[in-house]
T-cell receptor, first 115, second 119 residues
Framework: AQSVAQPEDQVNVAEGNPLTVKCTYS??????LFWYVQYPNRGLQFLLK??????LVKGSYGFEAEFNKSQTSFHLKKPSALVSDSALYFC?????????????FGPGTRLSVLP | DTEVTQTPKHLVMGMTNKKSLKCEQH?????MYWYKQKAKKPPELMFV???????INESVPSRFSPECPNSSLLNLHLHALQPEDSALYLC??????????????????FGSGTQLSVL
């Protein structure tokens, strides 16, 4: 079965500093990995995805993620954090069972960017 | 139009009430999803419709009844809910996938959700 882990419940970073939100995965076969962000009382918004190709994936709002096969990681990064980046971040993997009709989400990491 | 629209945004209902949640998209997507999300937790899949047919039911209690009247609409009918069913209910859609093929590059488009409180 596919699964993702986000080892940190909460990440605090000062505005202007680089940020990293960690994700590790466990999959059978090729991983199809995604990052989503959720602002309070809203649905999830897609940030970026890794399917194949370059290990560094660029996404929305200046975010990027680095796929590392040997470490089974897919960490989300941003060079300079903004207060408006404060939100709940979910790593997700496409579930290849049921023809990939499900996404398995990690537990989420709350990012707080302090002014 | 890249939106998934959910109504109502908020709903308070008693345990004997019958209500419905509605979801609509006009992106031509052929897969639609219901997720349940408790506070500070990840979304949990409830149902998936593919080409208007129910393809996944994640052992959801029968007090939740999904309906997909056409490719743009998805409903969730609620009856005799329990207080523990209080949660944010999220609808999502994606392009869809042919039987037997894995559309691996698909992403989900989420609505803003219905915040449901069961008293």
């Amino acid at each position: 079965a596919q699964s993702v882990a986000q080892p940190e419940d909460q990440v605090n970073v000062a505005e202007g500093n680089p940020l990293t939100v960690k994700c590790t995965y466990s999959v059978s076969g090729n991983p199809y990995l995604f990052w989503y962000v959720q602002y309070p009382n809203r649905g999830l918004q897609f940030l970026l995805k890794y399917i194949t190709g370059d290990n560094l994936v660029k996404g929305s709002y200046g975010f990027e993620a680095e796929f590392n096969k040997s470490q089974t990681s897919f960490h989300l990064k941003k060079p300079s954090a903004l207060v408006s980046d404060s939100a709940l971040y979910f790593c997700a993997v496409r579930d290849i069972d049921n023809y990939g009709q499900n996404f398995v989400f990690g537990p989420g990491t709350r990012l707080s960017v302090l002014p | 139009d890249t939106e998934v629209t959910q109504t109502p945004k908020h709903l308070v209902m008693g345990m004997t009430n019958k209500k419905s949640l509605k979801c609509e998209q006009h992106m031509g997507h052929r897969a639609m999803y219901w997720y349940k999300q408790k506070a500070k937790k990840p979304p949990e899949l409830m149902f998936v419709y593919s080409y208007e047919k129910l393809s996944i039911n994640e052992s959801v209690p029968s007090r939740f009844s999904p309906e997909c009247p056409n490719s743009s609409l998805l409903n969730l009918h609620l009856h005799a809910l329990q207080p523990e069913d209080s949660a944010l209910y999220l609808c999502a859609s994606s392009q869809g996938f042919s039987t037997g093929n894995l559309a691996t590059n698909e992403k989900l488009f989420f609505g803003s959700g219905t915040q449901l409180s069961v008293l």
